[in-house]
């Protein structure tokens, strides 16, 4: 893993959170992107070198709309940077990390992802993730 790419955080109301962290980090938020296959809308911030991406859900069941309805609004993963996500995963997977998925799927801001179940990881939800070049 190279450095903590972004760090997500679940929110009701992604117009709302905007203008919150808007005026935490002085900057607005430059880019505005929908996952379908997730079922969220997330827009991203930056804080110098750090990037914070807010996920509002697009659906009543989705990920991030269960996730609300347990435990609230707030930091719902933390991402890793990679070079190589499938031997990443394959070697977490052989490290016995229960990983959410088989194969890298298509995330937000030209990335491929994969989540690491927090069951493995102390409580919190891992996304790899790894630069989309085509
Ligand atoms: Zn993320």
């Given at each position: 893993?190279?450095?903590?790419?972004?760090?997500?955080i679940?929110?009701?109301?992604?117009?709302?959170?905007?203008?919150?962290?808007?005026?935490?980090?002085?900057?607005?938020?430059?880019?505005?992107?929908?996952?379908?296959?997730?079922?969220?809308?997330?827009?991203?911030?930056r804080?110098?070198?750090?990037?914070?991406?807010?996920?509002?859900s697009?659906?009543?069941?989705?990920?991030?709309a269960k996730?609300?309805?347990?435990?609230?609004?707030?930091?719902?993963?933390?991402?890793?940077?990679?070079?190589?996500?499938?031997?990443?995963?394959?070697?977490?997977?052989?490290?016995?990390?229960?990983?959410?998925?088989?194969?890298?799927?298509?995330?937000?801001?030209?990335?491929?992802?994969?989540?690491?179940?927090?069951?493995?990881?102390?409580?919190?939800?891992?996304?790899?993730?790894?630069?989309?070049t085509?």
């Open positions: 893993m190279q450095k903590i790419e972004h760090i997500g679940a929110v009701k109301d992604l117009e709302a959170a905007e203008q919150t962290y808007s005026l935490i980090f002085g900057a607005q938020p430059y880019k505005r992107e929908a996952v379908e296959s997730e079922g969220v809308i997330t827009s991203f911030l804080c110098g070198p750090n990037k914070i991406e807010l996920l509002q697009t659906k009543d069941d989705g990920p991030i996730f609300i309805e347990k435990r609230g609004e707030g930091i719902h993963h933390i991402a890793f940077a990679v070079t190589d996500i499938k031997s990443e995963m394959s070697r977490m997977k052989s490290d016995g990390f229960r990983l959410l998925h088989e194969e890298p799927k298509k995330g937000a801001d030209n990335k491929w992802i994969c989540f690491v179940h927090p069951k493995s990881a102390n409580g919190v939800l891992i996304e790899l993730c790894q630069e989309r085509e």
